[in-house]
């Protein structure tokens, strides 16, 4: 029998939510979901894609109200600083990057599809369709991009990740992009 690898993450709990004001941030939402939903805080200004459109210019204050009404479990990523390009140029690039893609979409792209260019860009990470969000983020750890982590809505110091396949998460896209479609 093959071992399950096991994905865990340490992390403090938010106390401080002025921390996400600068820099580069990994935001993992609804982190126990199969799959969970990937975006980027950059200098507190939110960028994700999601199935039905292309989130800009969200600002921290308004992520952090929706996490805290919803109670989404959700992580922090910190990402080491860049030695040459400032945070607005990344922010820049980065909406550049999520403009290349209308939502997400069933064999096309996944949220993590627009930060994989991202990372490639900045950190030389190799843009790999096939490699899964725990993968991707083991690779952060590999290469020590990540400075902290904190939680909002987790208990506890270490964070599991939920597996799933790449079967399960085009499943999951389809599911959902169906729902959406549907006339209500």
Known sequence: MIAQKIYALQFSELKDPKILLKGTWLVIL???????????????????LTIKERELNVSLEALLKTISQKKIETLFIGIVKHPVFSSDHQLNIFQHQLQQFTSVKHGEATCLSPIKLFFEE???????????????????KENNYISETFAVNIKGDEFTFNAYTAEELQDRIKQEREAINKPH
């Open 30 to 48: 609804h982190a126990s979901r199969i799959p969970p939903h990937v975006g980027l805080v950059i200098n507190g200004n939110y960028n994700s």
């Open 122 to 140: 900045f950190y030389a990470i190799k843009k790999n369709e096939e490699i899964l969000f725990f993968d991707f983020l083991e690779l952060l």
